[in-house]
């Protein structure tokens, strides 16, 4: 304090110099903490930035002022650039007095509140420096976690941190833009609980009423609140959609979404998503729909799938999981809502992995359930039941060992099977491999024992199959490195490879085939593999020669550029011991190409190719172009090719005007000249607000004959909630590459 005055003459002439109240105009709170930045990302160009407050709940004041009177009967007069702090609570105004002993006082001119995740700025206050309460009068008032901003005729500061707002609005828009806006009779700001309420409610659009409401409920933070979500609202298959979800939040570990949903061709459903974490780290986590009465096949249908994870400690994690559903067009029909892992044959499971050391040891069961009668005979899955593994990796001296084995029974029905279609049987494998890598200033090379065991007793149709196959192996892989810095900074990488690779089965036995194919040689790493089989059922004989080479161009940060690889496997002998039996004569494998090329900072093209065995004719591709400048800007084009055709083409782009953005996107089949699926939009997406339009054609991913169209509407009003989520979630799964821009949320 800078000094100590104690006459009516002083007082007088301090009164006189600042004017009444009345004449002084509080500077607008938001405007205050708001912070250009237009590199932030966002579409409002700035963030609120508020000073750091003191961490303390210290009770002693801090009281500072130009001129500091004492009126010798407890009260403190502060004049000029006052300032009252009692920890993170901060009061600011042209004048404070106060009653040193109870705290009562008053403050004038430019008031300003300062507490945690607000600022409150007005013309005059009576305030309790000591407990932290207020009444300000003509406010402004900004919280900054949530990024809401106001106007009122009053506030109300209780000492928790709770505000109260009377005759006020409010909006989540950035400082200057006022689209839209809440008018309210009573708000409530409540710091302590995360959730904001408003009394008496109407929704305000340039000024104009457009929606009123008695009650409103929003957040303050991201703390999960229960409460309605915004409706969504849609069109599509099943007539006009309307979706209710509703939030509750029972317990810190525990929360349920419930949604109703209302389609005006086929009923009311219900669709739960529940949720419990238990202290052991064990999360319950059930989705269901239920719809009792189709409207359209007169019966009751559902979709449910539970789930539950764990992991009690660093070492051990299990899981379990169930689907469940009424009949195999219900995902088409009505929703994916329980995420089913398929239309066509679901799967119910439970496992465990174990980590000690370099072991690791994993457990599990699972059962098929073919809920689409057209799927039958070799098109149904195996069943696991159970699946035992085993994983060992550590060094042995220079050398690495690498130990996977596993035992595991196979079941499946028999409905459809014929000949020597396998029904069930056990399998037990076994791989060994010893390896020691050698780095040198211009390369390495690893050489590499390998060990092989196959051993299977399996029922068929017609009677039963064994097969016990051991396998033996080694190879050399080697790589040379040579670089060269560019002009410009950074480097030119050439490295050639070369792999030499012979695996020769002791026994010629047929295997019991459960779970494999083959997985060809159409991926650089596939080439390089020590068995070209998907799948643990067999390995088999060879001997060959990998040859390939990488180039790649890296900038001045070591940052890649461009990288082309290509490689070729040939063979010295024909292979004898083949999954289906077949000897194999080919002299050489496909030719495979792989780039991943940066053209520019904003374009990007892939390419991966494979020829056919005499490398004559392309066998398979995947062409990609990408071009992206945001995320709300870009273009991919794709192409896939297979037997020398192309099968698949995409098309996916967004383009922005500002707040404006158009997207759409394409999936055509040409050799059925079809689209697989369709999606365009128009999306506003701004500071304040966001809407979009979505329009989908989507082909049946079961009979790829029928089609669905759907239209879906969203609107958003930033921080307080989306009206029609299904847009988004349309626009997730159809639009490659679809981001919501960050502007704000």
Partial sequence: MTSHRNTSATLFATFLLLGSPSEVR???AASTDWVMDPASGGLCGGQYLPPLLPD??????????E????DGDDRVILVGNAQVARGPFVLKADQISFRNSTGDGDAAGQVSIRQPNALLTGTQASVNVRTSSFELTDATFVTHSNQLRGASRFAIGAPNGDIRIIDGRFTFCAPGDQTWDLKASDIALNQSSGRGWAEDVTLRVRE???FYTPILGFPMDDRRLTGFLFPEIGSGTNGTEIVAPFYWNLAPATDALLQPRFMSDRGTALGIHARHLFSDRTLVDLKTEQLPDDDQTNTSRHGSRLSITSQPGKALVWWARTENVSDADFIDDVSNFANLSSDTQLSSEIGAILRQGPWQLSWHADQVDVIDPTVTGTAVRFARQPALSAHYAAPLGDWQLDFLGDATRFSRPATGLSGDALIDGDRFTADWSLSRPTVYPYGQWTPTLLAFQRSADATTVDGSQTADITTVGAALDGQLEFEKTRELGGLYQLRPRAKLLVREPFSSAQPAVFESSES?????????????????????DTAQLTLGVQSRVLDHQGAEQARFDIARVHYFADRTHTLDGVRQTESAGPVVLESDVRLTSRLRWNLHLASNDSASTLDTGTHTLKWRASARQYVTQRIVWDSDRAVRADLYASQSIGAWRALAGLQWDPTSDTRVSQVMG???DSCCWRAALVHAYEQDNRTTT???QTTKLMFELKGLGTLGQGATQLLDRLLEDYER???RD
Avoid: C, K, M, W
Wanted: negative net charge.
């Fill in 26 to 28: 509080a500077v607008d």
């Fill in 56 to 65: 303390t709940d210290s009770e002693s004041l801090e009281a500072t002022g």
């Fill in 67 to 70: 001129n500091t009177v004492f």
């Fill in 208 to 210: 104009i009423p457009v």
């Fill in 520 to 540: 060809g040689t159409e991926s650089i790493a596939a080439l390089y593999a020590n068995q070209s089989i998907d799948g643990r059922d067999f390995v088999g």
């Fill in 682 to 684: 128009i999306e506003y």
């Fill in 706 to 708: 029928a089609s669905g």
């Fill in 741 to 743: 821009s960050q502007a």
